[in-house]
């Protein structure tokens, strides 16, 4: 049995963040992943002006930016009778623009600066499937390894669960998430780009979906948001009939993309009352699972992790921590992530499709608002820096020149 002072289930981007800044302040740390890489497809690959000046403060600014990435100063969202735009321009700091990478090769930056500290252990392909508990705290986890099928178990005196929206250790504690209605799911495929087809990325609501197209080079990955059950159990005809209308240039090549193409993700949002329990925390989707309306999951769940580091490194150094620090980083990230999920309830709510084929217009308030010239930056406020950014202080601070 393996012994650290941390233990993340997880290595996604609140499970990375959060693994790479304990290695940095030399706190022993171990991430288990259940997959063998990073490289899935819908994972977002948003990455906000929030976490570019983090990175920059961990020193990874220049190999991040030396990453094949679109920079998006301006969003526009277009609904049937009008647009709205987010405009990240005037953001404070080096960087008015949002990135847009394949979320694999961020987490792969992350997994390789990480592993240059000799306190970073990253286990791939290791699914966390049990606690281990003594005088009734959690003090470290079961594993399978899937490349032997042995299991394993490594003791710690905090587990940190950051292992998703359908978190397992979530379940091993027995916290139940309360849960937000959630109307869409969303549909995921790679259509072929062609000569002459737009450039950029671009957001497009009408009644019959919510279509979000990332341009990828060679290929598009779209996401068309959908009313819940819409279009699931047909052969993808529905889907690639909506698509073509609210881009008309795929619909050329739609006819090739087959229903095995095209994956059913499940959007929920969610949150738990309670973020920890003696010996365990659970940060990102884990506790608060958030649906992919203004692509600010992947962030929250950095900030999450940042936040945790932040007030747990010096309990680590220690090697306890009390309920009372894991009942702080709850404190500091609950409002912000309860106010972004009702942000994206309302929209949800207004923005994305109702499936009835009927114009989607603006909401009131947004129709009155764009006519604000300073409202675009608002937004791009909101969305760029989150509600409560974070940085790396106090306990982390000299680690932003590690
Ligand atoms: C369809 C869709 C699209 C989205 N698009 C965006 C977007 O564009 N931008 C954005 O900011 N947000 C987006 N989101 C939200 C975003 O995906 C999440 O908020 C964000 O990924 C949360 O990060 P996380 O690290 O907490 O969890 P995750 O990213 O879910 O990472 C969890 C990790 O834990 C691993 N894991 C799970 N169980 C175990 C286990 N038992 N043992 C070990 N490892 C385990 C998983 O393999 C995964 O690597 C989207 C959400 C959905 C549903």
Known sequence: MGSTACVVAGGGPAG????????????????????????????GD?????????????????????????????????????VIGEDFSR?????????????WDFLNLLAEAAAESPHFHLKQNAE??????????????????????????????????ADGRHSTVRDLLGLRPR?????????????????????????????????????????????????????RADDGEWARRTIARLAPYTSDRMAAIGARDIKVLEIRIDRLARWWAPGALLIGDAAHAMSPIAGVGINLAIQDAVAAARILVPSLRRG????????RVQRRRHWPTLITQAGQRVAQERFVATG???????????????????????????????????????????????
């Open 179 to 231: 849960s937000f209605a959630a109307p869409h799911d969303c549909l995921y495929m790679r259509i072929p780009r062609l000569e002459g087809d737009p450039d950029g990325t671009f957001l497009r609501f009408s009644s019959s979906g919510g279509l979000i197209m990332i341009n990828r080079g060679d290929y598009w990955q779209a996401a068309l948001l959908i009313a819940k059950g819409t279009g």
């Open 356 to 402: 009835e084929d009927v114009p989607l217009r603006l909401p009131q308030p947004l129709r009155t608002l764009r006519h604000w010239r300073g409202f675009p930056h608002v937004l791009g406020r909101v969305v760029g820096l989150g509600i409560r950014p974070e940085y790396l202080t106090g306990s982390l601070e000299p680690l932003s020149h590690g």
């Open 46 to 82: 948003t990455v906000h002006a929030s976490t570019l000046n983090l990175l920059d403060q961990l020193g990874l600014g220049d190999r991040f930016a030396a990453l094949e990435q679109q920079r998006v100063r301006r969003l526009t969202m277009e609904f049937d009778d009008g």
């Open 128 to 161: 966390v499937d049990g606690l281990l508990r003594r005088d009734g705290r959690v003090c470290g986890v079961r594993y399978t390894d899937k490349d032997t099928g042995q299991a394993g178990e490594v003791s710690a005196p905090l587990v940190v669960a």
């Open 320 to 327: 306890r921590v009390a309920e009372r620090e894991l009942a």
């Open 16 to 43: 990375m963040v959060l693994g790479l800044l304990l290695a940095r302040s030399g706190v022993d740390v171990t991430v288990l992943e259940k997959y063998p890489d990073f490289l899935r497809d819908f994972r």
């Open 91 to 103: 953001l404070p700091g080096r960087h008015q623009h949002l990135a847009l990478v394949p979320q």
